[in-house]
C-alpha cells in the first residue's frame, strides 16, 4: 500500500463500431486491477473515454449519411453501456471531441509550440485529382515502401506493421473513387520527436508495467527516431492552433484525453487532477501491444516537452485469436459483446473469469466455446461453487447457522498466504498466476470438507462438524473478497449469503482472517450454471456461420473486383525474359534483387520469391514479366517490372518451348 493515488487508465475505443471481446482484453484485466488494489486499501482513480476523432470515425460516417459526432455519440454509449455490463466501472469516461479535451489539446500543442518543439514544414502528400482533396491517413492506400505490402496511408497495417508519415506511401489510391493519387505540396507541422531520443533512453529502463512494452519501445528507439508529422487534413477533430484548414493527428488529441479525463474527474469530485499530471503520483496506462509504440515513445516525449509529469507504467496485453485463428472481423472471426453474449443471458463473470484465467497478460489469448465451457463447468461450477454450496448449505440446514467459534489456525494461514501471493502477482501484472492462486484456495477448501466429511462427522461429533464447517465459512468469507476483484456479481452474491447486507467491494482483502460477529447466513443458493452442450454448440455454430458468410463475401468481392473486360487487360503488356543475375536484398529474407534480358533492353526487378528460391538456381530461368508497371521501390530498391508466379510456393510461370527473350506474351 501507498500513501499516494494512483491513476489507472484504458486505451480509448474508436467509436466507428461495436464492443468485440478484442476490446475487453484490455478493459477487463485493468478493472479487476483497479478493484484488487482498492481492496488492498489504495487510492485508485480510474479513467478512460472514447476516441471521437481520426479518419476511421469519419469513413464510417460517412458510409452512413450521418456526421462524424452523431456516430461518436452512438458508440461511445454503446461502449459506456457495455462496459458496466461486463462490471468495468470508471471513475469517468469522457470523449474526445467534448471541450475539456479541445482546450487541454491546443494548450499543449501551444506550450510545444512555445517550447520549440513544434516547426512547420512543406511535403508532398496523395492528393486525389478526381476527388478535388488531400489523401489522409486511411482516404489513402498502396505498397509500404518499406516492405512492399499492401498499406493503408497511416500504417502497414498487413505487413511490417511501421507507422507511416503522409505521402510515403508508394503507388497511393483513393479509397474515395478508387482512382490513382498524386503527390502535391502542403504545409504541415512536425514534433521534434528525434531530440528526446536522449529522454527516452532513460526513461525506457525506469518505466514500470510489462516487459513486452518496454522491449518493444527499445527496439524503436535503437532504430533511431523521426520527427513525426502531428498535422491532418481534416475538417473533423481538435484545429491546430491558427490553422483552419488543420486538425492535430489523432495521436495526439487522443492521449491527451487521458489527462482532460482526470480534469473532468477531479471537477466532479473535488480531486486534484494536477496531482497526477502535475506532481510525482503515480499513472499506469493499460493498452493494446499495438499501441505500444504511442504510449512508450510518443505520449512521455510529448508531455515532457509541454512541461508534465510521465507515464509511471505501461501494461500492454497480448492479441486475441478467435478458434485459433487470427482475429478478423472481415473473416468472421469474431465474437461481439454484446450480440454473441451479453444480449444471449450468459454472466459478464464468467467471460471476465476467462479472460483473467486463460493465458499470461502479455501472451496472445485464444477464446473458443470449448475452452469457455471447460472454465466455467471445471473451475467456476465444480470447484468454487461446489465448495460454496456444499458449506453454506450445510451450515444453514444442519447447523442453523454460523458456529461462534473461532478458525484454526492452519486456515487463517493458508488464507494469508494465498492473498499474499495474489496480491504479488497483480502488482507484477500477471493476473493469470494472481487468479490461480484465489482459485488455488477454492481448492483447497474443497479438499478440507471432503476429507473430513462434517455430514458423516456430526452424526457422532457435532463439536468437531462445527470446528469443519467454521473453518469452511472462514475461507469463504476470504474467497468472496478475493473474487470480487474478479467476479464482482458472484462475489457479491456470496458475500450476501454469509448474511452481510452491505457491498463486499467496501472491504479490504484483509477481513478474509476476521471473525463473523453476530452475522446470520442468507438463504444458501447455487450460484454457477454449467454450459450444456446444446447451449455450446449453438454458440459454436454462430461463429462458424460467420466464418462462412465472411467466405462467401469475400468470394462475391473478388469476382465483381476482378471481373475485367478484353480492352482492360490487353492494357497489361507481359514480355518473356530471361534472369542474368540475382541476389538478396540485405535486410529481408523475403525479397531477391533480379536483373532481367528483355531482348532490347535489361532491367532490374524486385521479387517475393526469396524463401523459395536460392539466387544461384534461378539463373538462366525464361520467366513471364508485366513490363508496363509504374517503378516502386522495395526496401530502398528501384523495381521496374513483376515476375509472375503462383500459389503459395510462387512456382514461377516459364514458357513451355524455348522463346527470345522480349517476345510478347498474347
Known amino acids: 500500500m501507498t500513501d499516494s493515488p494512483v491513476l489507472v487508465t484504458c486505451g480509448l475505443p474508436y467509436t466507428n463500431g461495436p464492443c468485440h471481446i478484442g476490446h475487453l482484453r484490455t478493459y477487463v484485466p485493468a478493472d479487476f486491477y483497479v478493484r484488487f488494489l482498492r481492496h488492498c486499501g489504495e487510492n485508485v482513480v480510474f479513467v478512460c473515454g472514447s476516441d471521437n476523432h481520426g479518419t476511421p470515425v469519419v469513413i464510417s460516417s460517412e458510409a452512413e449519411g450521418i456526421s462524424p459526432r452523431e456516430m461518436c455519440e452512438r458508440y461511445h454509449a454503446h461502449f459506456d453501456e457495455t462496459f458496466r455490463k461486463m462490471g468495468v466501472l470508471f471513475d469517468r469516461f469522457g470523449m474526445t471531441d467534448d471541450p475539456a479535451n479541445h482546450k487541454k489539446t491546443k494548450e499543449i500543442v501551444t506550450s510545444l509550440i512555445d517550447n520549440g518543439y513544434i516547426y512547420e514544414k512543406t511535403i508532398s502528400q496523395s492528393y486525389c485529382p478526381q476527388c478535388k482533396m488531400f489523401l489522409p491517413d486511411r482516404y489513402v492506400e498502396g505498397l509500404c515502401p518499406h516492405c512492399g505490402e499492401k498499406a493503408r496511408g497511416d500504417e502497414c497495417d498487413q505487413g511490417c506493421g511501421k507507422h507511416l508519415e503522409p505521402g510515403e506511401i508508394l503507388e497511393p489510391v483513393c479509397r474515395i473513387c478508387g482512382g490513382n493519387a498524386e503527390l502535391r505540396d502542403q504545409d504541415h507541422f512536425f514534433f521534434k520527436l528525434g531530440e528526446f531520443s536522449h529522454f527516452l533512453k532513460d526513461f525506457l529502463p525506469n518505466l514500470k508495467g510489462t516487459l513486452n512494452a518496454r522491449n518493444y519501445a527499445q527496439g524503436w528507439i535503437n532504430e533511431g527516431l523521426h520527427d513525426w508529422c502531428i498535422t491532418r487534413t481534416l475538417d473533423w477533430g481538435v484545429k491546430f492552433p491558427g490553422r483552419d484548414d488543420l486538425v492535430v493527428y489523432v495521436w ?14 477531479a471537477g466532479e469530485t473535488g480531486g486534484d487532477w494536477e496531482e497526477f499530471w502535475k506532481g510525482n503520483a503515480p499513472i499506469t496506462h493499460f493498452i493494446g501491444q499495438d499501441i505500444i509504440y504511442h504510449h512508450c515513445i510518443f505520449w512521455p516525449a510529448l508531455l515532457k516537452g509541454a512541461g508534465y509529469s510521465t507515464p509511471d507504467s505501461v501494461v500492454a496485453s497480448g492479441m486475441v485469436k478467435i478458434d485459433d485463428k487470427k482475429f478478423s472481423k472481415s473473416r468472421g472471426y469474431v465474437v461481439w459483446t454484446n450480440e454473441d453474449y451479453l444480449d444471449l443471458g450468459l454472466s459478464p463473470d464468467y467471460l471476465r473469469y476467462y479472460l483473467l484465467s486463460y493465458t499470461s497478460h502479455t501472451k496472445e489469448l485464444n477464446f473458443s466455446w470449448s475452452e469457455y465451457q471447460a472454465r466455467v463447468n471445471n473451475e467456476l461450477v465444480d470447484t468454487l461453487g461446489n465448495f460454496i454450496y456444499r458449506t453454506v448449505h450445510f451450515t444453514s440446514k444442519k447447523l442453523g447457522g454460523i ?4 478458525a484454526d489456525e492452519e486456515i487463517l494461514e493458508e488464507i494469508k498466504k494465498r492473498s499474499e501471493l495474489s ?13 490461480d492462486e484465489i482459485m488455488a484456495l477454492a481448492s483447497y477448501g474443497n479438499g478440507y470438507i471432503q476429507s473430513n466429511a462434517p455430514w458423516k462427522m456430526i452424526k457422532e461429533d457435532r463439536e468437531g462438524a462445527e470446528k469443519v464447517i467454521r473453518n469452511c465459512l472462514q475461507i ?21 449469503q454469509l448474511g452481510y447486507g452491505d457491498s463486499v467491494s467496501d472491504h479490504p482483502v484483509s477481513e478474509g482472517t476476521e471473525g463473523f460477529g453476530d452475522t446470520v447466513l442468507g438463504e444458501p443458493s447455487i450460484l454457477f450454471e454449467k454450459i450444456e452442450e446444446d447451449r455450446l454448440s449453438e454458440y459454436e455454430s454462430t461463429l462458424k456461420m460467420r466464418v462462412e458468410e465472411a467466405k462467401k463475401k469475400e468470394n462475391r468481392n473478388i469476382k465483381e473486383n476482378y471481373m475485367i473486360s478484353i480492352d482492360e487487360f490487353t492494357k497489361v503488356e507481359m514480355k518473356t525474359a530471361r534472369i542474368i543475375e540475382a541476389e538478396k536484398i540485405e535486410g529481408s529474407d523475403k525479397l531477391l534483387k533480379i536483373r532481367v534480358d528483355l531482348g532490347d533492353e535489361k532491367r532490374q526487378i524486385v521479387s517475393g520469391i526469396a524463401k523459395f528460391y536460392n539466387p544461384e538456381e534461378i539463373l ?26 503462383a500459389g503459395e510456393e510462387a512456382s514461377l510461370l516459364v514458357p513451355k518451348r524455348n522463346v527470345v527473350p522480349g517476345t510478347k506474351v498474347l
Open 476 to 496: 469463504v468469507k476470504a474467497l468472496a473478497l478475493l473474487f470480487d476483484s474478479v467476479i464482482p456479481e458472484k462475489a457479491q452474491k456470496i458475500w450476501e
Open 252 to 265: 495526439v488529441d487522443a492521449p491527451i484525453g487521458y489527462m482532460a479525463f482526470t480534469e473532468e474527474w
Open 620 to 645: 538462366g530461368t525464361d520467366v513471364i514479366v508485366v513490363t508496363n508497371l509504374k517503378p516502386a521501390k522495395l526496401f530502398g530498391v528501384e523495381s521496374q517490372g513483376m515476375i509472375l508466379a
Open 423 to 435: 496480491e504479488a502477482s497483480v502488482r507484477d501484472y500477471e493476473f493469470k498466476a494472481a487468479i
Open 403 to 406: 458456529p461462534q467459534i473461532d
